[in-house]
């Protein structure tokens, strides 16, 4: 659990922590699919895709925008989050590596309470860029 962030010891062009997920799988997506409902075939049957064109099954859109989510989290708490979103970019594939990264570009007093704001990004291993975001969050 992350511990609560103070207004006064985070600073705009802050870093937020990166969170590396290895070889994600058909598994995951799999999972994914269970856990959400999205069992659209792209993202798992291997006959389906190859019948309309695409090499292999990829990973859920909100599959990678919850990796994107779960490095906010990490870093701001959860229930401190006032405002996420995200525009996807390219395919996650099986066999890529997600790394998810974040900046602070903005802290301000909104509400009764401190606020940061920012930008997010999942980049594969070639450096691709897979979903970009932007976040607020509560501060202490």
């Not at 903005?106 to 594969?124: S, V």
Request: hydrophobic share 40%; with cysteine; glycine share 10%.
């Amino acid at each position: 659990m992350a511990q609560k962030l103070k207004f006064d010891h985070v600073a705009v062009g802050e870093q937020i922590p990166a969170l590396t997920v290895d070889n994600v799988s058909r598994i995951d997506f799999v999972r994914y699919a269970g856990a959400s409902g999205d069992f659209v075939p792209l993202h798992y049957d291997q006959t389906f895709v190859e019948a309309v064109g695409i090499p292999t099954v990829f990973a859920q859109g909100m599959f990678t925008a919850g990796l994107l989510s779960r490095c906010l989290t990490d870093y701001a708490g959860i229930g401190q989050v006032r405002r996420f979103k995200v525009r996807f970019t390219t395919r996650v594939w099986p066999g890529d590596t997600i790394t998810c990264k974040g900046k602070i570009t903005r802290k301000y007093r909104e509400d009764g309470e401190g606020r940061i704001e920012g930008d997010l990004e999942a980049t594969n291993q070639k450096g691709e860029l897979a979903v970009k975001g932007a976040f607020v969050a509560a501060v202490e």
